[in-house]
């Protein structure tokens, strides 16, 4: 039992909800032996762990009389160290597990409502299934177990998919079910699908022509044509002091401005501006 304070070897505790561990040695060792630069061995992490470096053998007071001491208390060295030194004692414990080859991705179908085709669809695969099972498993497993050639999910994914023309081959069959027995039966499952399949909608769409009459024939209309308007010219300015065009009265190019006249007469221009 640890006291307060003391930490685990090989971890590191935090004050926080959560404790993080960090790798211990032995296991690091252990783990990684093959990428060690000195080589590496799996029987390090023993040594490490054990401390198999500083124990002291008492082989030789057993019998002193022999060189090499008691040869029931001697540590002797192994014949066989590791799979690292001795790779071909250790084939058999390998383990050679086929990779899983990754499923094709399906096609995402949307949401529906299910017509007179896909209702018969229903029908005739249920009774397939029924007359499958009871020919392969005989008429004592259907009673027993059910149509268990197909299960409901894969029923129901073939009739959605028939909907939207997804299935053509037995490969679509085989990669939009992940059905095992694709391969077996799928002819027959694609027979049935061809049979109640809705008739493809046609490209050309004919328009029924209304019988024409005289006195539908009208004269064309004709219609006015908007008239242009031209852009009205300003009339320029016309000067209350002098008279002239161009300017106004408090404009400085007037010959009558108070800046042009003397003193004696700015009265009577300030009178005429007003």
């Given amino acids: 039992?640890?006291?307060?304070?003391?930490?685990?070897?090989?971890?590191?505790?935090?004050?926080?909800?959560?404790?993080?561990?960090n790798l211990d040695v032995g296991l690091d060792l252990l783990i990684n032996a093959e990428e060690q630069s000195d080589?590496?061995?799996?029987?390090?992490?023993?040594?490490v762990c054990f401390d198999n470096a500083a124990a002291e053998s008492d082989h030789h007071e057993c019998n002193s009389i022999d060189t090499h001491g008691c040869s029931r208390c001697g540590?002797?060295?192994?014949?066989?160290?590791?799979d690292?030194?001795?790779?071909?004692?250790?084939?058999?414990?390998?383990?050679?597990?086929?990779?899983?080859?990754?499923?094709?991705?399906?096609?995402?179908?949307?949401?529906?409502?299910?017509?007179?085709y896909d209702y018969a669809l229903?029908?005739?695969?249920?009774?397939?299934?029924?007359?499958k099972t009871a020919t392969v498993y005989g008429w004592a497993g259907l009673n027993n177990d059910g149509p268990v050639i197909m299960s409901d999910s894969t029923l129901d994914r073939i009739i959605d998919c028939a909907h939207?023309?997804?299935?053509?081959?037995c490969q679509d069959l085989k990669r939009e079910m992940g059905w095992m027995d694709s391969d077996l039966y799928g002819d027959e499952v694609l027979a049935l699908i061809r049979r109640h399949a809705p008739p493809l909608p046609s490209v050309f769409v004919s328009t029924p022509l209304s019988r024409g009459t005289t006195s539908s024939i009208t004269t064309p209309t004709v219609v006015p044509l908007p008239q242009l308007?031209?852009?009205t010219t300003l009339r320029p300015n016309k000067c209350s002091a002098c008279g002239q065009e161009g300017h106004n009265a408090r404009n400085r190019v007037c010959l009558n401005h108070p800046?042009?006249?003397?003193?004696?007469?700015?009265e009577n221009v300030r009178r005429q501006m007003r």
């Fill in 1 to 21: 039992m640890l006291a307060r304070g003391e930490e685990f070897p090989g971890q590191t505790l935090h004050t926080g909800k959560r404790r993080k561990r």
């Fill in 39 to 47: 080589g590496g061995c799996r029987r390090t992490v023993f040594n």
């Fill in 75 to 82: 540590v002797m060295d192994p014949s066989t160290c590791c």
């Fill in 84 to 116: 690292i030194h001795n790779p071909s004692d250790f084939t058999s414990y390998e383990s050679r597990v086929p990779k899983v080859p990754r499923a094709t991705q399906r096609s995402r179908l949307p949401k529906y409502t299910k017509d007179k």
């Fill in 122 to 131: 229903e029908n005739s695969l249920l009774d397939w299934c029924e007359q």
């Fill in 164 to 169: 939207h023309r997804k299935i053509e081959t």
């Fill in 229 to 231: 308007q031209l852009p």
């Fill in 259 to 266: 800046s042009h006249v003397s003193a004696g007469n700015k």
